[in-house]
């Protein structure tokens, strides 16, 4: 087979009833032989900036702008290191009864397969880390990668070598898929309530050539947007 990739998923504005008119599911991810280098590369930049804790965009503020913004930098100009993000629009209005069969958490895992479907291959392996969030975590995972499995024939379980549960202040590639679903989720919901992020959000629209508001083409990589609009509840 060919080579073995770590996937760090997060997600933002995922409850269903938060009055959020978005909700967002987004994946970084690398060649497993790279994780260490970039870990590494990312602490080296905490402790040059002084930073504590998490690098996540709940904790842009004006005296650690600079910090993020290299966070940013070190993404875009690091080979290997990608990024996409599923970005569900008019989340209110979901008709779970058709799309779930009622089910909340069968639309959860439908979500999950269209943002990993275009970064998994069954030329290579795969280790998918998602950020913990309930009690119910563990069985949720185990009934996502029987789908995956099933969906890419892998029946054998070779292409997909685990998925487990991580807590996202124990890993920085997990933080910045945070940073960036952050962004994004930013940009969406045109939010103007910090400089700060307007201008890390500005920095990575930058470096990317997106406005963040639209879907990339499906062959992107480096930095890939997908717009999802699911049916809606009849009025």
């Given amino acids: 087979m060919g080579e073995e990739y770590n996937i760090y998923c997060d997600e933002s504005c995922h409850l269903e009833h938060d009055d959020q008119p978005i909700m967002l599911f987004g994946a970084i991810w690398c060649p497993s032989a790279g994780v260490k280098n970039n870990l590494s590369a990312l602490r080296q930049i905490k402790e040059k900036n002084h930073a504590r804790g998490e690098l996540k965009w709940t904790k842009i503020s004006p005296s650690r702008e600079s910090f993020f913004l290299e966070i940013i930098v070190y993404f ?20 779970h ?15 999950y397969f269209y943002l990993l479907r275009n970064i998994l291959s069954p030329d290579n392996k795969y280790s998918i880390y998602l950020d913990i969030k309930d009690t119910r975590s ?15 024939g892998d029946f054998q379980r070779e292409m997909i070598k685990r998925i487990q549960h991580v807590r996202s202040k124990e890993v920085e590639l997990l933080q910045v898929a945070d940073l960036l679903t952050g962004a994004i989720s930013y940009s969406n919901r045109r939010l103007k309530s910090s400089s700060s992020k307007a201008t890390v959000v500005r920095t990575i629209q930058r470096y990317s050539g997106l406005t963040l508001q639209n879907s990339t083409p ?11 609009s699911p049916r809606l509840r009849k009025p």
């Fill in 218 to 228: 499906p062959w992107e990589e480096k930095f890939n947007l997908f717009h999802f």
């Fill in 138 to 152: 563990q069985m949720k995972i185990d009934r996502l990668r029987d789908i995956l499995c099933s969906s890419f």
């Fill in 76 to 95: 875009f100009r690091t080979a290997g290191l990608n990024y996409r993000c599923l970005i569900v629009d008019g989340k209110k209005h979901l008709d």
């Fill in 97 to 111: 009864s058709y799309f779930n069969q009622g089910d909340h958490d069968s639309f959860y895992y439908k979500m």
